[in-house]
């Protein structure tokens, strides 16, 4: 049952709460039915100052009841951010099962003897996005791997093989000012670290003069562009990255204080394959391995006959996906989300993001989402050509709900007030500890989709999308909260619902 017939009296109320924006969500309205008294809630705070000319969409839907609780343009085509990443994910369980491991292999391209390589090293990669990052090990268990298989010294290069997966590329309609951030780093078949490096910004002792940078070792051959200035004692650290379109170099702009420490900045890699190759190139000098040529991605040699026979040494297989989405979710990782959509493409294919986009469409026919209700574009939702109607969303959230709160989906999803991208969010309030959900955060873009037990006790599924909102980002988290906040503390008990309020 939907219930929006009184959304249109709310004026007085809205009015009320336009002259305080940290005024909770009164009920002025007596003896109203519970669910009329929710609709006018909802639509109250979405009147606040700062959302007022935004494009909502809401869908609230009892998992319990099997019912449609709420909703406010359920059908409209709205950009997810984040919040994709459910979809992305939840279809890439669907193709391979929370088991899943991704597979890493360590060829050599001629025999061993004596300890020597006299060849080149060869890393196959397939999409791993863990490796030396928050889900995966990093690379000393390679290194310890060569060790014991007597490997002491290589005669030869180390070469990135990402040929099992598309180049790295930005996806589609990506902002090119989102390339440089760690946020925006290029997804491939060898992913290191998550494919992000830091750094290091160290003011001169004049104002005005130019600052120095400084990089960890395997990032040594990341083309840099200075653009920083020292600026006046006590003003303010304002440092960014920019890859601009068609520059091979990264440039770091803005301004460091004289005297202060060091600042750093956590940037995209750049070329993945070659970040790769360059790390374990870097880890196996530090553990002992002699290494004799440089790293290089595959695509910058030329491919010898003898790379077709070349012996497996060692296989590193990732954590599985139920381990992956755990920091998927909670973090919000884009690199996770591009590799997990890979996984959507029919096996034995080439995983392109097309390739995985057609499995995607495929399985969300399967489960009666039309496909006229999202267009994805890519798998984090770093686009903004992504679009997704809230009840498309909350069909994946049906779907994959498990009302024990064990599976890998429902312990991944932050959870108000605890952790994740909702940590420090809905604290004090009866969402804490009991609302999980995926976040998605762009410019003028605020998303929220997941679950809440409600004051009785009542398992709902929701999706709040807000696009193009006027205000601050701030305004917008605040209103969504509202809403989340107001869901958690619903009730169907009129006595209850007559006490029932957002808090500040």
Not at 11 to 20: D, E, H, I, M, R
Not at 307 to 321: F, K, N, Q
Request: hydrophobic share 45%.
């Amino acid at each position: 049952m939907t219930c929006r017939s009184c959304v249109l009296a709310i004026s007085l109320l809205t009015v009320g709460l336009a002259g305080c924006a940290k005024a909770p969500v009164a009920l002025s309205i007596p003896h109203l039915d519970p669910l009329q008294q929710l609709a006018q809630d909802i639509a109250a705070a979405t009147s606040l100052p700062g959302v007022q000319r935004a494009a909502w969409g809401i869908v609230v839907h009892s998992l319990d009841r099997d019912e449609r609780v709420f909703d406010l343009n359920p059908r409209t085509l709205l950009v997810p951010a984040s919040v994709a990443k459910l979809v992305s994910l939840a279809a890439a369980v669907d193709a391979v099962g929370w088991d899943f491991r991704f597979e890493t292999t360590v060829r050599a391209t001629a025999p061993l003897v004596d300890g020597v390589l006299h060849g080149d090293l060869l890393l196959v990669g397939s999409g791993d996005p863990s490796i030396g990052g928050r889900a995966g090990q990093d690379l000393s268990v390679w290194v310890d791997a060569l060790w014991a298989l007597g490997l002491r010294r290589i005669d030869g290069r180390i070469i990135g093989d990402d040929d099992a997966v598309e180049e790295p590329r930005p996806q589609l309609a990506w902002a090119w000012d989102d390339l440089g951030y760690s946020t925006g780093v290029l997804f491939g078949a060898l992913n290191l670290g998550e494919n992000r490096m830091t750094v290091t910004v160290n003011p001169a002792l004049s104002l005005g003069d130019t600052p120095t940078l400084s990089v960890e070792a395997s990032a040594w051959s990341r083309p840099l562009r200075n653009r920083t200035v020292t600026g006046a004692p006590g003003s303010p650290l304002l440092i960014w990255p920019e890859q601009r379109p068609g520059e091979p170099f990264l440039t770091i702009a803005g301004s460091v204080p004289a005297g202060s420490p060091s600042a750093q900045l956590s940037v995209s890699a750049g070329n993945p394959t070659f970040w790769f190759a360059s790390g374990l190139r870097v880890a196996l000098l530090g553990g002992g391995i002699e290494v004799t040529g440089d790293a290089y991605d595959v695509d910058d040699v030329a491919r010898r006959p003898e790379w077709e026979g070349a012996t497996v040494l060692s296989t590193y297989r990732s954590p599985t996906l139920a381990e992956i989405a755990q920091p998927l979710l909670k973090d919000s990782i884009n690199l996770y989300g591009e590799a997990v959509l890979r996984l959507n493409a029919d096996r034995g294919s080439l995983p392109t993001n097309d390739a995985a986009l057609e499995g995607l469409g495929t399985r969300l026919a399967a489960w009666g989402v039309p496909p006229d209700a999202w267009q994805i574009i890519d798998g984090s939702g770093l686009s903004r050509r992504n679009a997704v109607a809230p009840e498309t969303l909350v069909a994946v959230l049906q779907r994959m709900y498990d009302p024990s709160g064990s599976s890998p989906w429902m312990t991944g999803l932050p959870v108000a007030g605890r952790d994740g991208t909702l940590a420090g969010r809905m604290k004090g309030t009866p969402a804490e500890d009991n609302l999980r959900a995926k976040t998605g955060t762009m410019s003028n873009i605020r998303t929220l989709a997941g679950y809440v037990r409600t004051r009785d006790d009542e398992a709902l599924a929701f999706a709040i999308m807000a696009d193009n909102f006027e205000g601050s980002g701030s305004a917008a988290t605040e209103a969504i909260d509202r809403i989340a906040v107001r869901l958690a503390a619903f009730s169907r008990d009129s006595r209850l619902a007559a006490a029932a309020t957002t808090e500040h």
